[in-house]
């Protein structure tokens, strides 16, 4: 067996990775430090799965709506902020209710604003006490932390928990986590919103300059055209050390990751991953 400082022999098989979303390549960036062969199948004709601009008439259009969240802990890690050239969204929300817009911005990060949001006609006086008593609770506790804390649905713990309004859960907090878990009921988990809002407090919603595609782009920068196949669909699997094209190309390799969503896990695997129930939405342009 290798020592973890050698490099394998340069006929040791590839280890394949099927997807070249930010998955996939995030772990063929791993595979490289650790001195593997590594080949990357892609069906599409570029790398980003979801994550892809399209340039249209002078336009940078994203596939569907999305920004990169700068304090998410593994972005922080794989990614070089500098180079994407972020620009920022101002932090808070602009909300329209009773046909007219009102801001909700970020007291702390926006002081200026603190009287302009404290009476826009959202939720109560009270309300923006727990809000604040929210916002250093989630701050102040490790991500870790937040994850072992009790679980109920976030509707339960905006209204039950943290005691807010309806108001000020149904004008405010429904209208913007609807669009981040794709659910209008906030029957999501409670620790996946912890975690969120986290997220939202600590960073800023960012986009590069040349769109989200640039994201994909800086992960695949270290993948030789020999690594990195386009327009490969796979058509299955061997027992572990065979990936079919649907080319029919045959390749041979020491292990298989794959790095696909769940319909297309759950077809290479025979049903062994179950697929999860999906929810999609639409961006108009």
């Given at each position: 067996?290798?020592?973890?400082?050698?490099?394998?022999?340069?006929?040791?098989?590839?280890?394949v990775?099927?997807?070249?979303?930010?998955?996939?390549?995030?772990?063929?960036?791993?595979?490289?430090?650790?001195?593997?062969?590594?080949?990357?199948?892609?069906?599409?004709?570029?790398?980003?799965?979801?994550?892809?601009?399209?340039?249209?008439?002078?336009?940078?259009?994203?596939?569907?709506?999305?920004?990169?969240?700068?304090?998410?802990?593994?972005?922080?890690?794989?990614?070089?902020?500098?180079?994407?050239?972020?620009h920022?969204f101002?932090?808070?929300?602009?909300?329209?209710?009773?046909?007219?817009?009102?801001?909700?911005?970020?007291?702390?990060?926006?002081?200026?604003?603190?009287?302009?949001?404290?009476c826009?006609?959202?939720?109560?006086?009270s309300?923006?006490?727990?809000?604040?008593?929210?916002?250093?609770?989630?701050?102040?506790?490790?991500?870790?932390?937040?994850?072992?804390?009790?679980?109920?649905?976030?509707y339960?713990?905006?209204?039950?928990?943290?005691?807010?309004?309806?108001?000020m859960?149904?004008?405010?907090?429904?209208?913007?986590?609807?669009?981040?878990?794709?659910?209008?009921?906030?029957?999501?988990?409670?620790?996946?919103?912890?975690?969120l809002?986290?997220?939202?407090?600590?960073?800023?919603?960012?986009?590069?300059?040349?769109?989200?595609?640039?994201?994909?782009k800086?992960?695949?920068?270290?993948?030789?055209?020999?690594?990195?196949?386009?327009?490969?669909?796979?058509?299955?699997?061997?027992?572990?050390?065979?990936?079919?094209?649907?080319?029919?190309?045959?390749?041979?390799?020491?292990?298989?990751v794959?790095?696909?969503?769940?319909?297309?896990?759950?077809?290479l695997?025979?049903?062994?991953?179950r697929?999860p129930?999906?929810r999609?939405?639409?961006?108009?342009?």
């Open positions: 067996m290798l020592a973890s400082t050698e490099r394998p022999s340069m006929k040791a098989k590839p280890v990775v099927i997807g070249a979303g930010l998955s996939g390549l995030c772990c063929a960036r791993e595979l490289l430090k650790q001195h593997r062969d590594v080949i990357v199948l892609e069906a599409q004709d570029d790398i980003g799965g979801r994550v892809r601009t399209d340039h249209v008439d002078g336009f940078l259009l994203d596939r569907g709506f999305q920004v990169l969240q700068t304090a998410y802990p593994e972005a922080a890690v794989q990614l070089d902020y500098h180079g994407l050239c972020l920022n101002e932090p808070g929300a602009l909300i329209r209710t009773q046909g007219r817009m009102v801001e909700m911005s970020d007291p702390w990060r926006r002081p200026t604003k603190l009287w302009s949001t404290a826009n006609g959202i939720g109560t006086f309300d923006r006490l727990k809000l604040a008593k929210l916002r250093w609770h989630v701050t102040h506790t490790s991500p870790e932390e937040l994850w072992e804390e009790p679980e109920s649905t976030t339960d713990y905006l209204r039950t928990t943290c005691g807010l309004s309806s108001d859960v149904d004008r405010f907090f429904r209208p913007w986590f609807s669009g981040v878990f794709l659910e209008s009921d906030l029957a999501t988990s409670s620790r996946f919103f912890r975690f809002f986290r997220i939202f407090a600590i960073g800023d919603a960012s986009l590069p300059q040349q769109g989200m595609g640039a994201i994909p800086q992960l695949g920068a270290e993948l030789s055209q020999s690594m990195l196949r386009l327009s490969a669909p796979v058509d299955s699997l061997g027992d572990g050390d065979r990936v079919r094209l649907k080319s029919g190309e045959l390749i041979d390799c020491c292990a298989i794959l790095a696909v969503e769940g319909p297309e896990a759950s077809r695997t025979g049903g062994l991953v697929c129930e999906a999609s939405t639409t961006c108009i342009y």
